[in-house]
């Protein structure tokens, strides 16, 4: 199971970090990311973290701003997300996969978290 955390109300320009915690099976899945669904908008994703290579990748447009990374002490994945825009207003949801290809790909994504809202205004 994944369960997010983290989420809440910002200023433009400000920051959140958001926090995936996994149970032990589902960490062990190789790929955990981090995607959001915006109001009006499909779920896209933004970032991706491959656990035993700690490879990440990121959507064009989080670049720079956020930062995925890992505690395997604790299982958790983080989203540091930095300059925050009234754009980035979301609910963010973590999920996992095992190889995920392409990374973006939803559908590749087999378990998910219940989502955190984070607004910007």
């Known amino acids: 199971q994944l369960v997010e955390s983290g989420g809440g109300s910002v200023q433009p320009g400000g920051s959140l970090r958001l926090s995936c915690a996994a149970g032990?099976?589902?960490?062990?899945?190789?790929?955990m990311g981090w995607f959001r669904q915006r109001p009006g908008k499909d779920r896209e994703a933004l970032a991706v973290l491959w656990i035993g290579g700690a490879t990440t990748t990121y959507a064009d447009s989080v670049k720079g701003r956020f930062t995925i990374s890992r505690d395997n002490a604790k299982n958790t994945v983080y989203l540091q997300m930095n300059s925050l825009k009234s754009e980035d207003t979301a609910l963010y949801y973590c999920?996992?996969?095992?190889?995920?290809?392409?990374?973006?790909?939803?559908?590749?994504?087999?378990?998910w978290g219940q989502g955190t809202q984070v607004t910007v205004s």
């Open positions: 032990r099976y589902t960490y062990k899945r190789n790929c």
């Open positions: 999920a996992c996969a095992a190889d995920p290809s392409p990374w973006w790909l939803l559908a590749q994504y087999n378990y």
